[in-house]
């Protein structure tokens, strides 16, 4: 850890101020962020500390959506009524992830943001294009079990970790944000996270001193929600594949699908043309293997990853069995 | 006393005290958290040190530049090999030399030190150092480098062969024949409590609180390196959390504190980050196993043999002794086992929880089980019908051995008569469900000890030496056995441990720690009864020694009285002829079920069970905790715990415990272990034998085992994780 200084912010348009300056840093739940700093991954010169800011209440949109405040607890959040009750594939999403300690820290800004957990990333004496743009990817030819095996490119193959942030793909959730001059924005989680490329780098779509201030989810489709996380230990792991999905079916029929998918890519992953494919079919194993197909279309594993394309499938078959069988 | 002769009738077998479930003495200080430990201890005036790892497997340090960290705020000392003193040497476990010159034979090697005032300016510092590295070609992986294998030769371990009768014959004209290999990952000890060190000097002499299982052995080895008498050393370690093999001999840690300390003169404290810990410390190599098993058609075992490579640095000899147990756990008149250690450039591979047995038996129990099928039989019958009547390669009887009770006791217990034998039969939901077993088995060393115990006039009895507590119970079943022999109640029993000023003591590993210290103790007791005895009056062999008083006859007589100001007695164990004439073991039956979720391959235990049988059980409710937390080893083992090598770095890609995966809560249901009555007459005074590490011994076989009964697949390359299940399982398209 490099010496830093510390402030505190009162408001967002100070924390927005201070934290555009180069070496600056948000700190929220700091599980993250700390974690790097300790290992030198990270090394801000200044912590701009948002946790004193009135960002952490969730509340219910006028079209009956919700709004969470970014400073919301990973464990307040999964607990919350209104998320039980409606967005049960988010309350699931969260509780798999982590452990309780850390969830009762870690908040949903910080949860969006949390870096890939690739371990040549983590080594700072590890060529990483991603923390050391130009200095090569040890993943390619190295262990990459945990590894994306879509939308990767030559530079980086790393995933983004989240649990929540899968389920807040499958809700079609925005995310909202502030900068220094006060100008918010709203960003549909579609267009938050990137691809590697040839600058993996770059993880989103914020700007430089951009916060993030409330994620906010229209109301949920229609449907039964589930979240399934695959992972190597029964608690406490990332997951190697996770899937929510949002199906409703009758008779037999799904009339509409949504599905993401974490663990596979740089971002939590959706294909339109799977769910498409799905929408008015019967629910058997012809429709379950398309969907799949639409799913998986351009995967390429990297040898040690290799097995989560037959796993995303097998586990797509499962969630689409169990889901329409309810 | 020396073990050459049965002990007979003694004064434990009452039982008043030994063996009751008593809670841990030390569980309050520990769960309040005024228990101390290394790091915790303070010390005015106190730097704090940071290592610097090497960053290559192999190869020269050109050049290291210290100015940087030298200028940083806070920094006192930065120690390198140009800076270091130089220092005695010999394999790890003689002496632990560091910053010794330019030359890295492993990656993690110590190449800098940096000594600062606050643990944190140490650390940022350690980061400005900038080391440059002239890189050599090394050879890192177990697997590629076969050809290199040579035939270890540790002065401290059994040789690395065996053979009995004529086993390639006999296994070639064998009527059923199993041939198979296993292999076993690199894995980390994973203690809880890291290496830590807070060094100092006084004068010539100095004071070391370190985190170490076996304290005499660590002053030696301290004595050699530093080219000082042990007796100016003094290792104090009254907690330790947790080792698991891992601190049984001085690491880094110890002697970069020391240097510096020296150096400064003031006193260092050292704590390794968990991500160092992997590659700074020891940690289990990882192992290619050849098992063939040849049997008639009854299933009698007429040839078997064990063949094993695991690595180790080129200057160590020590090996993975794999196939130590399959030289006496079956019957069988051919026999071959063969150790093969192949040099590699990567850390110091060591003893890790029950070194040999625990990955030795994940692949012998499983063959067994392949056999039993072969032969369709069940796995219980074919472990009956090789049971031997004495010890196969030696020719001695064994001590005691009571494996087919375990197996019959556990498979009631179990509902084992409700296993089909044929894989993937039985469902619940998505999950695939099994049952497996598999047999336990660990030696029984016993080792040196010696002990004081002391009564003071105001009723208090103190018993001291330099035995460790790795967090098994030793203090406890220690004040039990103080206790029970002079008569008196637990809370009047003190046990001092961890420290060298204390009666030498065997320390803690090896399964060998509660034989060993607790006969010392016994012995001490004896000696201490005789003196009180005479002080009364009375004659020993008959006075009896109950609620603080000795009596004999009617007479009775306080024991506080008869002290004086206080009087002690010291004892001591040594082996003997016993250890040479008796095959010595505990034993003991593993019984998993488990589910595989038939879509994804996760595989999640659901049940287990281990029956043991190891001599006197000191204290009930310890000894099932220590059985407890080993069998969870072997869900670690048998489903988590892999080190992965990356050959290009020669390094473990996944150095922290985010991503070397140990078992949580949540991998580990319903669990129990059972010990069954059994006294061993020949072990030692207590009659007791190691449980130390008996319940991983065989648990992840067992576990294994159960993955191929419900779904199948037989899985030879551990850890067992659901990509190698992937394919074996139901097609879904
Ligand atoms: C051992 C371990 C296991 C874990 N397992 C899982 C798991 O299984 N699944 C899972 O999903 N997660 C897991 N996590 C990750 C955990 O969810 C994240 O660490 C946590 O969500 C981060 O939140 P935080 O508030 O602590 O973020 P911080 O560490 O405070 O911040 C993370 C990043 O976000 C930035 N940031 C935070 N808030 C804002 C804001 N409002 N505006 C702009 N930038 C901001 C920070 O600058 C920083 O870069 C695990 C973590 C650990 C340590
Ligand atoms: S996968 Fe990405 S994060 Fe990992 S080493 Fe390659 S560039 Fe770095």
Request: glycine content about 8%; some cysteine.
């Amino acid at each position: 850890m490099k010496a830093f200084t510390y402030q505190r912010a009162d408001s967002t348009a100070q924390a927005a101020a201070a934290a555009v300056k180069p070496g600056a840093k948000i700190i929220a739940g700091g599980t993250n962020l700390l974690d790097l700093m300790k290992l030198q991954v990270e090394t801000p010169s200044n912590l701009v500390d948002i946790n004193r800011l009135p960002l952490d209440k969730i509340e219910e949109t006028p079209d009956g959506g919700l709004r969470i405040g970014t400073l919301v607890r990973n464990s307040d959040l999964a607990a919350d009524p209104h998320v039980r009750q409606r967005y049960g594939v988010l309350s699931r999403a969260l509780l798999a992830g982590a452990s309780a300690q850390l969830r009762n820290k870690a908040t949903t800004g910080g949860n969006l943001l949390q870096r890939t957990r690739c371990y040549y990333f983590y080594d700072v004496t590890k060529p990483c294009n991603k923390r050391s743009p130009g200095s090569g990817c040890a993943a390619l030819a190295g262990f990459n079990r945990i590894h994306a095996v879509l939308g990767t490119s030559e530079h980086c193959i790393a995933t983004h970790p989240s649990d929540m942030a899968v389920a807040m793909q499958a809700l079609d959730a925005k995310v909202e944000t502030v900068n220094r001059q006060g100008e918010t924005k709203v960003i549909p989680i579609a267009e938050f996270y990137r691809l590697p490329g040839n600058t993996p780098e770059i993880e989103t779509s914020l700007k430089s001193g951009e916060i993030i201030t409330a994620v906010t989810l229209p109301p949920p489709p229609p449907g039964v929600q589930l979240y399934r996380k695959v992972r190597d230990r029964a608690s406490y792991a990332f997951a190697l594949v996770s899937v929510a999905a949002i199906v409703d079916t009758a008779h037999g029929r799904i009339r509409s699908a949504r599905l993401a998918f974490g663990g596979l890519a740089h971002r939590p992953w959706r294909v339109a043309q799977a769910e498409q494919g799905l929408a008015n079919t019967p629910a058997n194993t012809a429709t379950f293997n398309a969907a799949a197909d639409a799913v998986l279309e351009g995967a390429r594993g990297y040898v040690g990853n290799d097995f989560k394309i037959p796993l995303t499938r097998r586990t797509l078959h499962s969630v689409l069995a169990e889901i329409t069988r309810t | 006393m020396e073990m050459n002769s049965p002990i007979g009738p003694n004064a434990l077998d009452a039982q008043r005290i030994v063996g009751k479930p008593l809670d841990r003495v030390d569980g309050r200080l520990k769960v309040t958290g005024s228990a101390r430990y290394a790091y915790e201890m303070q010390q005015e005036n106190t730097l704090y040190g940071f290592v610097v790892e090497a960053s290559i497997g192999k190869g020269r340090i050109v050049s290291i530049d210290t100015r940087a960290a030298e200028k940083a705020p806070g920094v006192e000392l930065v120690l390198t090999h140009r800076n270091a003193p130089a220092q005695g040497t010999g394999n790890h476990r003689d002496a632990h030399p560091v910053l010794t010159g330019p030359q890295v034979t492993r990656y993690g090697q110590p190449v800098a030190f940096v000594v600062a005032e606050s643990f944190e300016q140490a650390r940022a510092a350690a980061y400005l150092v900038d080391v440059k590295y002239d890189r050599s070609n090394g050879k890192y992986a177990l697997h590629s480098n076969l050809d290199k294998a040579r035939v270890p030769n540790p002065s401290d371990a059994p040789a690395a062969d065996s053979a009995v009768g004529d086993f390639a014959r006999a296994f070639a004209s064998a009527p059923v024949q199993l041939d198979v290999t296993y292999t076993t990952p690199l894995q980390s000890h994973a203690m809880m409590e890291p290496h830590a060190t807070l060094a100092m000097w006084d004068g010539d002499n100095l004071i070391l609180h370190t985190a170490n299982q076996m304290l005499n052995q660590g002053q030696q080895v301290i004595a050699t390196t530093l080219k000082i008498p042990v007796e100016n050393i003094r290792l104090i370690s009254p907690f330790i959390g947790g080792g698991f093999g891992g601190k049984l001999w001085v690491n880094a840690d110890a002697i970069l504190a020391a240097i510096a300390a020296r150096q400064l003169k003031r006193p260092v404290k050292i704590a390794l980050t968990r991500q160092q810990i992997f590659h700074v410390t020891t940690h289990r190599s990882d192992t290619i196993q050849r098992l063939r098993l040849g049997t008639d058609s009854e299933g009698r075992i007429l040839a078997i043999g064990h063949d094993v490579f695991s690595g180790n640095l080129p200057s160590e000899q020590t090996y993975e002794g794999a196939a130590l147990q399959t030289r006496t756990l079956y019957a069988g008149p051919n026999r071959l086992t063969q150790h093969r250690q192949v040099p590699l450039d990567i850390p110091v591979a060591s003893s890790m929880r029950a070194p040999g047995e625990a990955v030795g038996l994940m692949a012998l129990e499983c063959a067994m089980d392949e056999l039993a099928e072969k032969l369709n039989l069940d796995p219980i019958e074919l472990r009956v019908r090789n049971e031997p009547s004495e010890d196969p390669e030696k020719h001695i009887p064994y001590s005691s051995r009571h494996l087919i009770p375990c197996m019959q006791e556990g498979a009631r217990r179990f509902g084992w008569d409700k296993r089909n034998p044929k894989p993937g039969q039985v469902r619940d939901g998505r999950w695939l469900v099994g049952i497996g077993m598999a047999a336990a088995t660990r030696g029984n060393p016993l080792l040196l000890s010696k002990a004081n115990v002391r009564l003071d006039p105001d009723g208090t009895c103190i018993v001291r030496m330099a035995m460790t507590d790795i967090g098994t119970g030793t203090y406890t079943i220690l004040a039990q056995i103080a206790a029970e022999m002079l008569g008196l109640p637990m809370e009047r029993v003190k046990v001092e441990l961890g420290d060298t000023i204390f009666p030498q003591a065997a320390g803690s590993g090896g399964s060998w720690g509660a034989g060993s210290s607790g006969s010392a103790l016994f012995e001490a007791c004896n000696a201490l009864r005789e003196k009180l005895a005479r002080t009364a009056g009375m004659d020993p062999a008959t006075a009896r020694f109950a609620n603080g008083s000795i009596a004999s006859g009617d007479q009775s007589r306080k024991l506080t009285d008869l002290v004086g100001v206080g009087m002690d007695a010291d004892g001591e164990i040594r082996p003997g002829r016993n250890n040479k004439d008796f095959s010595q073991q505990s034993y003991g039956a593993h019984f998993a079920e488990v589910g595989v979720d038939e879509d994804t391959g996760e595989v999640r235990v659901r049940r287990m069970l281990g029956v043991f049988t190891a001599g006197r059980v000191l204290n009930a409710k310890t000894a099932r905790s220590q059985a407890i937390g080993g069998m969870v080893f072997g869900v670690g083992a048998a489903l988590h715990e892999e080190m992965t090598l990356d050959p290009r770095f020669g390094y473990f890609v996944n150095h922290d415990l985010a991503e070397y995966h140990v078992p949580v809560h949540a991998d580990i249901p319903d669990i129990d272990a059972v010990f069954l009555a059994e006294l061993d007459d020949q072990s030692n005074p207590l009659k007791s034998k190691g449980i130390g590490e008996l319940g991983i011994c065989g648990a992840g076989a067992s576990i294994a085992n159960a993955i191929y009964n419900a779904c199948g697949a037989r899985i030879r390359d551990y850890p067992i994780t659901l990509d190698k299940l992937l394919s074996r399982l139901p097609v879904r398209t």
